[in-house]
Every structure is written in structure tokens, then in C-alpha cells.
């Protein structure tokens, strides 16, 4: 009966193990992700001259507007 008791005991460990690591994780990489955009006002002017468009300052403050509120959610 102990050893029913010490194998059920290591699952549950494992388990919480498991799903705290996530949410650390989870929160470790979206302050990451925050501090660090992973794309930048010259990155996306870049990106449009290489597909054929002239970026103005305006579309560009829209698109880094966009991708900000994509990342508040």
C-alpha cells in the first residue's frame, strides 16, 4: 500500500512540476518579448522597400501601433 501511495505522490509532483514550469516560463518569455520587440521601426521600413513600397512615417507609426496592441493582448 505505501508503494501505491509513494507512486501516486511522485505523479502529482510531476504534474504541478509541470504546469508551474509552464507558467513561469510563460511569463519569463511575454517580459522577454516586451522589453525585446522582436522587430523595430527600421526592420519594418526595410521590409517594405524590399517589397516595393515607400514606407511613410505614418504607416509605419500604424503597423508598430498594430503590432503593439497585438502583443497587449
Not at 1 to 18: D, F, N, P, Q
Amino acid at each position: 500500500m505505501s508503494t501505491l501511495w509513494v507512486v501516486l505522490i511522485a505523479i502529482l509532483a510531476l504534474i504541478a512540476g509541470v504546469a508551474l514550469g509552464f507558467f513561469i516560463a510563460r511569463k519569463y518569455m511575454m517580459n522577454y518579448l516586451k522589453k525585446n520587440p522582436p522587430i523595430n521601426e527600421q526592420m519594418l521600413r526595410t521590409m517594405m522597400m524590399q517589397m516595393g513600397q515607400k514606407p511613410s512615417q505614418k504607416k509605419i507609426n500604424q503597423m508598430m501601433k498594430s503590432m503593439n496592441n497585438q502583443m497587449d493582448k
